[in-house]
């Protein structure tokens, strides 16, 4: 059963909806939106990581955020344990992890030590990102074209974090489309799922620029999530959930 992940940007500066959700009493019927849209998680996230975005610190990070999560917790139809927090940065995530949240979606995939500790200590659900690259400037730099290599890298990480505490079935791999990677790989990756079959898989193509010029459309990003799904992938992380129902 495919999962069909929401995507909620609480930044000014996304590539596709930045600042559209950045006042908590939009960003919570969003929320609500999405889930009512088809989203069974919903991934939400304060900074950009788009081509030419500004890293910001955690103190900022958190404080675009801290007033939507207090939201949800007092919401009557949300639940905490339904969103991801899209983040690189400990502080953030043990912050969300306290407030009762579940699932950590690092988008440097857990290249700090103390995030994996910290994600091994709550038990946490790991989605592991491929971002070849200490910052977002270097990895966009990059010019990635195999298959292989990601796979490697993926698994090399993976393992290194269930030597460090992490169970197996509590990692969720993301081959980083769109991170440092060529054309034509972004789209060999939309299959990924069918070479690494013994690992849960999560897809992130919607909306991004290897789908070309009519990127922002429906048929197009719909028709990439279908040859994900062909592939045996277990999570679509998308903008528009009701165009996968």
Request: aromatic share 8%; hydrophobic share 40%.
């Amino acid at each position: 059963m495919i999962q069909i992940i929401g995507i909620l940007n609480l930044t000014p500066d996304s590539f596709s909806d930045g600042g559209k959700f950045t006042q908590t009493e939009v960003a919570l019927p969003q929320a609500a939106k999405l889930f009512i849209d088809g989203a069974n998680l919903v991934d939400v996230g304060a900074e950009s990581t788009r081509p030419g975005a500004v890293a910001i610190k955690p103190e900022e990070e958190w404080a675009r955020m801290a007033e939507f999560w207090q939201g949800v917790l007092d919401s009557e139809i949300l639940d905490i344990k339904k969103f991801t927090l899209d983040t690189r940065n400990i502080v953030t995530a043990e912050r969300f992890l306290k407030l009762g949240g579940t699932i950590i979606n690092d988008v440097s995939g857990f290249q700090d030590p103390a995030m994996i500790t910290l994600a091994a200590q709550y038990k946490t659900t790991c989605i592991v990102n491929h971002f070849p690259g200490k910052t977002v400037d270097e990895v966009h730099e990059q010019n990635i074209s195999s298959m292989c290599r990601v796979k490697k890298d993926l698994i090399d990480k993976s393992h290194l974090m269930m030597k460090q505490g992490i169970a197996r079935d509590k990692i969720i791999l993301d081959p980083g489309i769109g991170f440092g990677k060529t054309e034509n790989l972004n789209k060999e990756l939309l299959g990924f799922a069918s070479i690494v079959p013994d690992w849960p898989v999560l897809i992130g193509h919607s909306k991004k620029r290897f789908l070309g010029k009519n990127r922002l459309e429906e048929l197009v990003n719909v028709n990439a999530g279908k040859i994900a799904m062909a592939s045996g992938v277990n999570y679509l992380r998308v903008h528009d959930p009701s165009w996968y129902r």
